[in-house]
Nanobody, 114 residues
Framework: QVQLVESGGGLVQAGGSLRLSCTAS????????MGWYRQAPGKQRGLVAS???????NYADSVKGRFTISRDNAKNTVYLQMNSLKPEDTAVYFC????????WGQGTQVTVSS
């Protein structure tokens, strides 16, 4: 079973930056599709960004131009560089990885103060 461990969340002022990391273990193969969702209090979980092992990238409109997703296939690790953070980016960020099923990390809190 694939396990995902996230790191890098925290508290930052508006306009600041954070970098999230997520490393997958338990898979003998490169996980094709990885990325990040987020969930704010009282809201549904929504896609932030995703990336395939071949480099195909998808962003939510709300983060385009501010967030950058990247990955290291050899390490089965995905990164999310978040710049120009806004208070509305405050949420728990969950890493996911798709194999035969979708695995999720435990989530990391990102809080952006105004």
């Amino acid at each position: 079973q694939v396990q995902l461990v996230e790191s890098g969340g925290g508290l930052v002022q508006a306009g600041g930056s954070l970098r999230l990391s997520c490393t997958a273990s338990g898979s003998r193969f490169t996980i094709n599709h990885m990325g990040w969702y987020r969930q704010a209090p009282g809201k549904q979980r929504g896609l932030v960004a995703s990336i395939t092992s071949g480099g195909l990238i998808n962003y939510a409109d709300s983060v385009k131009g501010r967030f950058t997703i990247s990955r290291d296939n050899a390490k089965n690790t995905v990164y999310l560089q978040m710049n120009s953070l806004k208070p509305e980016d405050t949420a728990v960020y969950f890493c996911f990885g798709d194999t035969s099923t979708t695995s999720w990390g435990q989530g990391t809190q990102v809080t952006v103060s105004s």
